[in-house]
């Protein structure tokens, strides 16, 4: 996880930016980003900072969740 090839671009599908991050498939479906059948995906910055908001999201929910 973390540093990737410089020339990358993000998997997300659509999206053409230059990836800043990889990250695995689970995490990117856990975000509900569209990465197609890749195993890893690389994120640009934009779906890197929607990745994060995701998952914090969910961690939130499991806390929030195992206090009750
Ligand atoms: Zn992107």
Redesign the pocket.
Known sequence: MGRIDKGVN?S?VG?S?KAIRSISSEDASQAKLNIGDAKRAY??K??YKELKKHLRKDRRLQKWRWNQ
Do not use: K
């Open positions: 993000c997300v999206c930016e994120l640009c934009t779906h």
